[in-house]
């Protein structure tokens, strides 16, 4: 298994931007395809963005393209999740995911970075 911590969420106001890390350890990570969740208070969690970690590969929710921007190094097994643009509703907690190439379930998560947007 992939343990994922995740790092760099906090309090911006509207307009701005943040970089969420995700630092990934433990099995070869060639294996894994990685994502970004988020969840806001009272709605359920939904899907961000995905990058395959052997290519650069990437997809994006409709909410994100062009706004946010996923990408990895392999070098230093991090997964990064750039927001640009933000706005209230973008407040949330993000989740970094990792699922193994083979599967259709994201199995492994972290513990949650808080991403709060001010109006």
């Known amino acids: 298994q992939v343990q994922l911590v995740e790092s760099g969420g906090g309090l911006v106001q509207a307009g701005g931007s943040l970089r969420l890390s995700c630092a990934a350890s433990g099995e070869t990570f060639g294996r894994y395809v990685f994502g970004w969740f988020r969840q806001a208070p009272g709605k359920d969690r939904e899907f961000v963005a995905g990058?395959?970690?052997?290519?650069?590969?990437?997809n994006y929710a409709d909410f994100a393209e062009g706004r946010f921007t996923i990408s990895r190094d392999n070098r230093r097994n991090m997964v990064f999740l750039r927001l640009n643009d933000l706005r209230p509703e973008d407040t949330a907690v993000y989740y970094c995911a990792a699922k193994p190439t083979y599967s259709d379930t994201w199995s492994q998560w972290g513990q949650g970075t808080q991403v709060t947007v001010s109006s």
């Open positions: 990058v395959a970690w052997s290519s650069s590969s990437t």
